[in-house]
């Protein structure tokens, strides 16, 4: 079966209870091919595609189409957003309602309509789970197609220009925290003896004592996320994600965003610098990632009590000269 009618027959059958954005092949599909029929038109003929206003698509290699970008790239772009902002509400929901007890639990079950009892919930994850990454097999197909048709890197471009704009759903943190609330509930569960159908397509991998998450779907897509903090060099610890998508420990973002751990991320300056892509206003909105925390504190209590102990004394010495520079300040001196 090819991947655009399992694609449809997929979303077709979430969109049954769900309204639910997805990306729009098919009409993409027919932009392209509009494009190769003009192509295919003006090699038969052999004129000249300027005297007779046929659309060249052989020179989209190294200018821009008039033709195809118009329309393809700002629907894919909006699609594209689309499916990234309703992911990442859903999956904020169900995570939020995971973690929550209590009074809280029952007004968000209340508030949203949400089955609370566990086999829901890990059903809702796996489709979230399976949605984002479809999706993102989808816009790497259409723009594979794109580019070989047009003799162009033109869709590889477009990539790199939606990662930066962050409407690539692979980057989402909410990936991350999904695929980490599915091992933790598989844990759970073989600790307790039930068996239950759960998503099997995420693992945390140890190499050379270097965790990783991974996530295997459709036989074509394998998402990598290593969880080794680049500034302190560790695994992360109270890992947050930035906008950007790179992982790191809270105490160490808050260092390189030049920041206290007492203000927090959002008071980080607009102009700070991501220490890898370099991105700028990629604090403000950073996710704690609470699932990857209490999954990487069960599989690695060694380190995670010597970390812990550690952590304590450099959090209270930097609450300390925070407060003690705040009175300085009030006092005047």
């Known amino acids: 079966m090819k991947f655009c009618k399992k694609y449809e027959e997929y979303m077709e059958g979430q969109c049954q209870n769900k309204k639910l954005p997805r990306v729009g092949l098919k009409k993409l599909k027919k932009i392209l091919k509009k494009c190769r029929k003009c192509h295919q038109s003006r090699s038969v003929v ?3 595609a300027d005297n007779n206003n046929v659309h060249d698509s052989s020179s989209c290699s190294q200018h821009q189409c008039s033709v195809c970008d118009g329309s393809f790239f700002p629907s894919l772009l909006k699609e594209m957003s689309e499916v990234v902002g309703s992911f990442n509400k859903r999956a904020q929901k169900l995570l939020e309602l995971h973690l929550s007890s209590g009074f809280r639990k029952y007004l968000m079950l209340l508030k949203e309509k949400i089955q609370g009892n566990h086999i829901a919930l890990v059903q809702e994850g796996k489709d979230l789970v ?7 097999i989808a816009v790497r197909k259409i723009l594979k197609k794109y580019d070989k048709i047009h003799y162009s890197k033109q869709g590889q471009a477009f990539k790199s220009q939606a990662q930066s704009m962050h409407v690539e759903i692979l980057q989402s943190p909410w990936l991350c925290e999904l695929m980490a609330f599915h091992i933790n509930l598989r844990e759970n569960k073989a600790k307790n003896g039930k068996a239950l159908a759960l998503f099997d397509g995420c693992f945390l991998v140890f190499n050379e004592g270097k965790p990783s998450l991974t996530c295997e779907l459709f ?5 990598d996320i290593d969880l080794t903090c680049s500034i302190c060099l560790d695994t992360v610890f109270d890992p947050v994600s930035l906008t950007c998508g790179h992982i790191f420990c809270y105490i160490c973002a808050c260092k390189v965003a030049s920041v206290t751990i007492v203000d927090g991320l959002q008071a980080a300056n607009h102009k700070e610098k991501c220490p890898l892509c370099r991105e700028e206003g990629v604090y403000e909105s950073a996710v704690h990632l ?3 925390n209490i999954l990487l504190s069960r599989s690695c209590p060694e380190y995670w009590k010597e970390r812990l102990q550690t952590e304590r ?3 209270l010495r930097l609450a300390k000269e ?6 300085r300040a009030f006092m005047g001196v």
């Open 313 to 315: 004394v450099e959090r």
């Open 322 to 327: 925070h407060w003690e520079s705040q009175c």
């Open 130 to 136: 399976t949605y984002a990454i479809i999706n993102a």
């Open 219 to 223: 036989g074509s897509v394998k998402l």
């Open 46 to 48: 052999g004129l000249s």
């Open 290 to 292: 609470e699932e990857l």
